[in-house]
């Protein structure tokens, strides 16, 4: 233990690991974090923090019917009396609560700037106010009547609910989202009217599948609209496991102009896309030349969505720019579900759409049970105290009489007339109007109602079919009250599996001539238009040109390396202007031993070889790969190395090795492989092949001399077979023994 460290006397202390004590530490923040801030209660769907809103604005009777109150001052009541936490966290949440594009179903009322679709936020908590919904009323109905537990706030001054009552599906209704520690949830809004019919279905049969609870809630329904495109198989494994995905799309309409030309409207967007942003993006890749099928977009909105996306050209079909807006923006989103909460015990885990909708019927069947017994309570006390007054009526003279002679009339009257101690409080606490004959009938009209109810509640509390038939009929009123009309309209449609669109991926590229620049050194770029053979090129000192493909932006090139590897690049991607580009290396996964033999457009055959003497003829789509190793085309053994890959375009091969020896062979005599080491296509005692050139035997050999050409149309000497010696190259044939 450290010496500046003193322990008082008397004072109790104990070493521990530090492992230890961070552990025990961070095991209860995290439980924390998990059960007491980001994961919700199966039962009601609230996180403490929601709960504690609601509880406090009932506190406060913000009921639907009466005023509103500043949400500074409900803030401040709930940060004071249940929320121990800063007021911005409590404001936000109390502000998504009353945000209809965020909650399906709202449960605050706000009054004021409340923030908006765009992702602006909401005007700060003096200026604005709010009220409890119809719907955060159902989530609060009879929680007075000893529904659910209570326990003590932070402070112990004040008592506030565990969970509430929770007449309103809200868990699937309003959905959740949360990140906790080591665990998060996310669970999408659904629609109210059919999630209490699937309620129904499984209080009809209990052993309901989830196909069976689908029929009557299909998937989602998000508070934005838009369109639902998963196919039901998805979406039912996604239900009943807790954990899936749901692919949504804007909802669109194409509006026909004069001529031909149109437009295409978008009339809702997916759930948590911000409008603002979402314009922004179209606009900024419409800027970078991305969406080439697109000509302008417009924000038309008011308090409705309406984008208006205008194309290019009107010979494209709507389909087509529209499915290259959704791979290139967020007018298609995907949202995760993870149905990760709280069961009845506190213990996080995550459960499909049946044991969240069984949890929510055992807290309405448990809410049913305790609101019966203390209603049963409360009508034994009464009904007590009623009797009391009817044995009053019966001795009203004696009765009388004791209270004005006796000092001590309580116990005289108990002991005279058998009351109990409540009776005879409840009987010296009459007021003398409640002796008319009248008051005598309402009582006797009052005892037979209360003992009627009692009977009722006690055949109830005895029978588990009429506690469900009970439920049943609750719910059935909140899917009336919540599941029709406006607010209860499904706004999600459910579209199953998207159609297809073919949609050619150049779509989503401008098409510009450029030239693809590849250095010794393996520096890469574009530089537009396609250059002439003499254009100044300037590189960095010591590097030169290697390479120079006239191609287009749309196109995919392949740069084919001496180790057999062919790397595909996309044409667009490559840095563009007159600098000095970027090295190679940075965009494809090549080894340091690599170097690049051949930049070319995979249109046609290859002839591919090394420099051992053995090569193949390769298809082009076999030289492609959408990935950054690229795609091992030649296998080479020991030293080898390819030294060629070029057009295979003709019917005979000539082949010319360090030896000068050249050979010419039908090409028919070389395999087409995908991959693979090749044939022989030369024998060499000393050295290897040189170069190779596929050409039309009618047309002669040609190769080139300084500035011109030279054609040799007599090539019979140098015939032959595959793997042949060949005979001394031609006289006036290049030094450096390569036909150009």
Same mark, same amino acid.
């Given at each position: 233990?450290?010496?500046?460290?003193?322990?008082?006397?008397?004072?109790?202390?104990?070493?521990?690991?530090?492992?230890?004590?961070?552990?025990?530490?961070?095991?209860?923040?995290?439980?924390?974090?998990?059960?007491?801030?980001?994961?919700?209660?199966?039962?009601?769907?609230?996180?403490?923090?929601?709960?504690?809103?609601?509880?406090?604005?009932?506190?406060?009777?913000?009921?639907?019917?009466?005023?509103?109150?500043?949400?500074?001052?409900?803030?401040?009541?709930?940060?004071?009396?249940?929320?121990?936490?800063?007021?911005?966290?409590?404001?936000?949440?109390?502000?998504?609560?009353?945000?209809?594009?965020?909650?399906?179903?709202?449960?605050?009322?706000?009054?004021?700037?409340?923030?908006?679709?765009?992702?602006?936020?909401?005007?700060?908590?003096?200026?604005?106010?709010?009220?409890?919904?119809?719907?955060?009323?159902?989530?609060?109905?009879?929680?007075?009547?000893?529904?659910?537990?209570?326990?003590?706030?932070?402070?112990?001054?004040?008592?506030?609910?565990?969970?509430?009552?929770?007449?309103?599906?809200?868990?699937?209704?309003?959905?959740?989202?949360?990140?906790?520690?080591?665990?998060?949830?996310?669970?999408?809004?659904?629609?109210?009217?059919?999630?209490?019919?699937?309620?129904?279905?499984?209080?009809?049969?209990?052993? &309901? !599948?989830? @196909? +069976?609870?689908? $029929?009557?809630?299909? #998937?989602?329904?998000?508070?934005?609209?838009?369109?639902? =495109? *998963?196919?039901? &198989? !998805?979406? @039912? +494994?996604?239900? $009943?496991?807790?954990? #899936?995905?749901?692919?949504?799309?804007?909802?669109?309409? =194409? *509006?026909?102009?004069?001529?031909? @030309?149109?437009?295409?409207?978008?009339?809702?967007?997916?759930?948590?896309?911000?409008?603002?942003?979402? =314009? *922004?993006?179209?606009?900024?890749?419409?800027?970078?030349?991305?969406?080439?099928?697109?000509?302008?977009?417009?924000?038309?909105?008011?308090?409705?969505?309406?984008?208006?996306?205008?194309?290019?050209?009107?010979?494209?079909?709507?389909?087509?720019?529209?499915?290259?807006?959704?791979?290139?923006?967020?007018?298609?989103?995907?949202?995760?579900?993870?149905?990760?909460?709280?069961?009845?015990?506190?213990?996080?885990?995550?459960?499909?759409?049946?044991?969240?909708?069984?949890?929510?019927?055992?807290?309405?069947?448990?809410?049913?049970?305790?609101?019966?017994?203390?209603?049963?309570?409360?009508?034994?006390?009464?009904?007590?105290?009623?009797?009391?007054?009817?044995?009053?009526?019966?001795?009203?003279?004696?009765?009388?009489?004791?209270?004005?002679?006796?000092?001590?009339?309580?116990?005289?009257?108990?002991?005279?007339?058998?009351?109990?101690?409540?009776?005879?409080?409840?009987?010296?606490?009459?007021?003398?109007?409640?002796?008319?004959?009248?008051?005598?009938?309402?009582?006797?009209?009052?005892?037979?109602?209360?003992?009627?109810?009692?009977?009722?509640?006690?055949?109830?509390?005895?029978?588990?079919?009429?506690?469900?038939?009970?439920?049943?009929?609750?719910?059935?009123?909140?899917?009336?009250?919540?599941?029709?009309?406006?607010?209860?309209?499904?706004?999600?449609?459910?579209?199953?599996?998207?159609?297809?669109?073919?949609?050619?991926?150049?779509?989503?590229?401008?098409?510009?001539?450029?030239?693809?620049?590849?250095?010794?050194?393996?520096?890469?770029?574009?530089?537009?238009?396609?250059?002439?053979?003499?254009?100044?090129?300037?590189?960095?000192?010591?590097?030169?040109?290697?390479?120079?493909?006239?191609?287009?932006?749309?196109?995919?090139?392949?740069?084919?390396?001496?180790?057999?590897?062919?790397?595909?690049?996309?044409?667009?991607?490559?840095?563009?202007?007159?600098?000095?580009?970027?090295?190679?290396?940075?965009?494809?996964?090549?080894?340091?031993?690599?170097?690049?033999?051949?930049?070319?457009?995979?249109?046609?055959?290859?002839?591919?070889?090394?420099?051992?003497?053995?090569?193949?003829?390769?298809?082009?789509?076999?030289?492609?790969?959408?990935?950054?190793?690229?795609?091992?085309?030649?296998?080479?053994?020991?030293?080898?190395?390819?030294?060629?890959?070029?057009?295979?375009?003709?019917?005979?091969?000539?082949?010319?090795?360090?030896?000068?020896?050249?050979?010419?062979?039908?090409?028919?005599?070389?395999?087409?492989?995908?991959?693979?080491?090749?044939?022989?296509?030369?024998?060499?005692?000393?050295?290897?092949?040189?170069?190779?050139?596929?050409?039309?035997?009618?047309?002669?050999?040609?190769?080139?001399?300084?500035?011109?050409?030279?054609?040799?149309?007599?090539?019979?000497?140098?015939?032959?077979?595959?793997?042949?010696?060949?005979?001394?190259?031609?006289?006036?044939?290049?030094?450096?023994?390569?036909?150009?």
């Amino acid at each position: 233990m450290p010496d500046d460290v003193k322990i008082l006397p008397g004072e109790p202390s104990a070493e521990t690991p530090l492992a230890a004590a961070l552990s025990e530490r961070y095991l209860a923040y995290a439980l924390s974090t998990i059960t007491a801030r980001s994961l919700p209660d199966v039962r009601d769907g609230l996180k403490p923090v929601h709960r504690r809103v609601l509880w406090a604005m009932h506190q406060l009777k913000l009921d639907p019917a009466s005023g509103f109150k500043k949400c500074a001052r409900i803030v401040g009541d709930v940060m004071g009396k249940y929320h121990p936490h800063g007021d911005a966290a409590i404001y936000d949440a109390m502000v998504r609560l009353a945000q209809d594009f965020a909650s399906r179903f709202p449960l605050v009322e706000g009054q004021g700037n409340f923030g908006n679709i765009d992702g602006d936020n909401a005007a700060a908590m003096r200026y604005t106010e709010s009220r409890l919904t119809e719907v955060a009323q159902a989530m609060l109905a009879n929680i007075e009547d000893d529904t659910v537990d209570f326990r003590a706030t932070y402070d112990g001054e004040e008592r506030e609910p565990v969970v509430l009552p929770a007449a309103f599906p809200n868990l699937l209704a309003n959905g959740a989202s949360g990140i906790a520690v080591g665990m998060a949830t996310n669970i999408p809004p659904h629609n109210a009217g059919e999630v209490c019919a699937a309620a129904l279905e499984l209080i009809r049969n209990p052993q &309901a !599948t989830t @196909a +069976e609870l689908l $029929a009557h809630m299909p #998937g989602p329904d998000f508070p934005t609209g838009g369109l639902l =495109v *998963e196919d039901a &198989a !998805t979406i @039912a +494994e996604a239900y $009943a496991t807790g954990r #899936g995905s749901f692919r949504m799309r804007a909802a669109y309409e =194409v *509006e026909r102009g004069k001529n031909g @030309a149109w437009q295409v409207v978008i009339t809702a967007i997916p759930y948590q896309v911000q409008k603002a942003r979402l =314009v *922004e993006q179209i606009a900024q890749l419409l800027e970078e030349k991305k969406l080439p099928l697109l000509g302008d977009v417009r924000d038309e909105s008011t308090d409705l969505v309406r984008l208006v996306l205008e194309p290019k050209t009107r010979n494209v079909e709507p389909a087509v720019m529209m499915e290259t807006l959704f791979r290139a923006t967020a007018l298609e989103s995907r949202f995760s579900l993870n149905m990760n909460v709280l069961d009845a015990n506190r213990t996080p885990r995550v459960m499909g759409l049946r044991e969240v909708l069984r949890a929510w019927l055992d807290h309405r069947h448990v809410v049913l049970e305790r609101r019966s017994r203390h209603r049963l309570a409360a009508i034994a006390r009464r009904l007590e105290i009623l009797e009391g007054y009817l044995i009053v009526y019966l001795n009203l003279d004696e009765v009388i009489r004791i209270i004005r002679e006796e000092d001590e009339p309580k116990p005289r009257l108990m002991a005279r007339f058998g009351l109990t101690d409540m009776q005879a409080e409840a009987v010296l606490n009459m007021r003398l109007r409640s002796l008319r004959k009248l008051e005598e009938m309402e009582i006797r009209r009052e005892h037979d109602k209360l003992s009627k109810e009692q009977k009722g509640l006690n055949t109830l509390l005895a029978s588990d079919k009429k506690r469900w038939e009970a439920i049943a009929k609750e719910i059935e009123d909140t899917r009336r009250a919540f599941g029709d009309g406006p607010l209860g309209k499904r706004r999600t449609l459910i579209n199953g599996v998207a159609a297809a669109v073919t949609v050619d991926e150049t779509a989503f590229v401008e098409r510009e001539a450029i030239t693809i620049i590849l250095s010794e050194k393996g520096w890469l770029r574009a530089q537009k238009g396609h250059l002439p053979a003499d254009a100044e090129l300037r590189f960095k000192e010591g590097d030169a040109l290697a390479f120079a493909l006239p191609a287009e932006t749309t196109d995919r090139v392949v740069v084919f390396g001496a180790m057999g590897r062919a790397f595909t690049l996309k044409a667009d991607a490559i840095p563009r202007g007159r600098g000095d580009g970027q090295p190679l290396r940075l965009m494809v996964d090549m080894a340091n031993e690599d170097t690049p033999i051949a930049l070319f457009k995979p249109e046609a055959r290859m002839l591919v070889a090394a420099n051992d003497g053995k090569g193949f003829v390769v298809e082009a789509e076999d030289l492609l790969a959408e990935k950054r190793t690229g795609r091992q085309v030649m296998n080479l053994e020991g030293a080898a190395r390819a030294v060629l890959c070029a057009p295979a375009a003709g019917d005979s091969i000539a082949v010319v090795g360090d030896n000068r020896k050249l050979l010419v062979f039908p090409l028919d005599q070389i395999p087409v492989m995908g991959r693979g080491r090749g044939v022989q296509l030369q024998s060499y005692k000393d050295g290897g092949l040189r170069d190779a050139l596929v050409f039309e035997a009618a047309a002669g050999l040609s190769w080139q001399q300084g500035d011109r050409t030279r054609t040799e149309t007599d090539i019979t000497t140098w015939r032959g077979n595959r793997a042949g010696a060949g005979k001394p190259v031609p006289h006036g044939f290049p030094r450096t023994g390569r036909f150009s």
